[in-house]
C-alpha cells in the first residue's frame, strides 16, 4: 500500500518555496489576437523544499523519508513553512483582556489580571458543498480579525488559503473567501484545522531523492512536490 507520511516537523529547509498553481486555458483569436482565458478546475498546490549542506544524520532522515515514498508512488503532508499558523488572532486564542474581581472592582492603580479570551472550536456553520469558494464558519473569539489574507485553513484533510481578512461577528462567527475551491463537499459541523494545516503532496518524479555531497559529507537536496488531487 502506497505510503501517506508526514512531514516531521524539526526537519527544516533553509528554503523553500509554496504556491497555488491555477489551472487555466487560453485561446486566441487569429485575426485580431483577441484572447479569452477560462478558469479551469483542478488549481494544485505546489511546493519545493531546499536543504543546504546537511550533516550526515539529517541527509540519512532525508534519504530514509525519500525512500519510503517509493517516488512519485506515496504521499507526503507539508505545510507552509512561512505561516505554520494564523497571522491573525484564530492562533493566539483570541485577544487579551482585562479581568476584574467578581463584585467589578481592579487593583487600585486602574489595572487588572490579563487573560485571552478562548476561541472555541472554529467549524463550518453550513454544509459547504464541492467547487464553492465561501465559507460559513463559527466557534471564533467574538467580534475580532480572525483571519488575514493568506492564512491558511485545512478542512477534511486538504488545504486552502483564506483571501481576505475575516472578522467575525458578536456570535463568533464570519465568512471566509477561499482558494482552491473547496475539494469535497463538507458537513456543518467540519472542523477547521488552524495549526499546520498541510497539503498532500507527490515527488515530482522519481529521481528527487538525488543529492549533492561536498568533502566533509555535507548533502544538499533540492526536493519539488506537486499536489495529490483527489
Do not use: H
Not at 488572532?89 to 485577544?95: D, L, Y
Not at 460559513?136 to 473569539?141: K, L, Q
Request: aromatic share 8%; with cysteine; charged share 20%.
Amino acid at each position: 500500500m502506497p505510503a501517506l507520511l508526514d512531514w516531521p516537523t524539526d526537519l527544516r529547509p533553509s528554503s523553500a518555496t509554496f504556491w497555488l498553481e491555477a489551472n487555466t486555458a487560453t485561446s486566441m483569436s487569429p485575426l485580431n489576437r483577441a484572447s479569452q482565458v477560462i478558469v479551469r478546475d483542478g488549481a494544485r498546490w505546489r511546493c519545493d523544499l531546499t536543504f543546504e549542506k546537511r550533516n550526515r544524520w539529517v541527509a540519512g532522515r532525508l534519504d530514509a523519508l525519500l525512500a519510503e515514498l517509493d517516488g512519485s508512488g506515496g504521499e507526503v503532508r507539508v505545510w507552509d513553512f512561512r505561516r505554520p499558523r494564523p497571522q491573525g488572532t484564530g492562533s493566539v486564542g483570541g485577544e487579551p483582556v482585562n479581568t476584574r474581581f467578581t463584585d467589578g472592582t481592579a487593583f487600585s492603580d486602574g489595572t487588572a489580571f490579563l487573560d485571552l479570551v478562548p476561541l472555541g472550536a472554529p467549524q463550518l456553520a453550513a454544509a459547504a458543498a464541492k467547487g464553492t469558494d465561501t465559507l460559513a464558519t463559527e466557534g471564533w473569539g467574538i467580534s475580532e480579525t480572525v483571519l488575514l489574507p493568506g492564512d491558511y485553513v485545512g478542512i477534511n484533510g486538504r488545504l486552502y488559503m483564506n483571501l481576505y481578512a475575516a472578522g467575525t461577528d458578536a456570535l463568533g462567527r464570519c465568512s471566509l473567501k477561499i482558494r482552491p475551491r473547496l475539494r469535497y463537499a463538507a458537513a456543518a459541523g467540519t472542523p477547521l484545522v488552524l495549526e499546520r494545516p498541510p497539503a498532500r503532496f507527490r515527488l515530482a518524479d522519481n529521481g528527487q531523492g538525488a543529492n549533492r555531497t561536498e568533502p566533509g559529507l555535507f548533502s544538499s537536496y533540492t526536493i519539488s512536490l506537486l499536489e495529490s488531487l483527489p
